[in-house]
């Protein structure tokens, strides 16, 4: 080879070697972000954002997030998992639904996976225990079965003459059998009487309050449920329409006018997520990090529907509420 061609060649090779050197640099870890609704809740994002935050992530900057939304239909769960594991992700979150959790757990044994379920995540087979998850799946748990019965409690404080009290929730939910069971036992051993409607499309849940209107029960409890999130306004209108006291599980369906809620601190459980994950792309896994739990439940009452469907909110129950508007 001629020295001229040499010192060309290698002129070449040099400038290209800074090109793929600061591409390599300004490649972002990919983090997968399943949701089951059709959107999280409005606080979700900026807290879940903080948490990354909080450890030195930034989207857009750092780390780049992948979104796909299963829209309440679980049996998209599995096709949009194999799209997010394309785009191959250091992690995959998959908050507040077991389902979404359970269809990650199955579609990898590799990549770490951060949950929020309300179920036990022993019993769901996602970690081997609390304290040591033993495996790629960690996150948070916030007690479905615990908040049932608490719900249907509190329940019967606003309205203790209550001795029937419908129960709706999504048969589609291969976790909610284990919550109702608990439930109807809970409220069989006080004496009140449940009347189970489930649904799992919008039609559905129009079927099920006529059922509802016809059976006539005192209120109403709804189950923990990504679908019935995503069906908030339809829920808490329906309810107000027909005049049925009822709980939900967070606090974003008292702030459209559900009567009441109670559950854990949204914020704070996609704020811990995030951390979470900030933690996982530094290279610790999630076998190590523990499943944290809630130690603050909300209880919130919105005053403004309970006026309107003719109920008075004991003052001992409004005392312990977070919020009452």
Known sequence: MKRRAFISLLGGAAAAWPLAARAQQSAKPVVGFLYTPASPPAV??????Q????????????????????????????DLLAELIRQNPKVIVAPG???????????????????????????????????????NATGVNFF??????KQLGLLRELL??????????????????SWLRDVTETASSVRVQTDVVRASDGREIEDAFATLTHNKPDALLVAADPFFFGRRVQLTTLATRHALPAIYSVREFAEIGGLTSYGPNVVTVYQQTGIYVGRVLKGEKPADLPVLQPTKFELVINLKSARAIGIEVPPTLLARADEGD
């Open 144 to 149: 479905s079965a615990e908040l049932g019965t």
């Open 51 to 78: 948490g990354l935050n909080d450890t030195g992530f930034t989207e857009g900057q750092n780390v780049a997030i992948e979104y796909r939304f299963a829209e309440g239909q679980y049996d998209r769960l599995p």
């Open 44 to 49: 979700a994002g900026p807290a879940f954002s």
């Open 160 to 177: 203790p003459s209550a001795a029937r009290v419908g129960v709706l929730v999504n048969p589609k939910n291969p976790v909610i059998e």
């Open 97 to 135: 639904s077991a389902p979404a959790a359970l269809a990650a757990k199955a579609a990898t044994t590799t990549i770490p996976i951060l949950f929020s379920v309300s179920d036990d995540p022993v019993k769901l087979g996602l970690v081997a225990s609390l304290n040591r998850p033993d495996g």
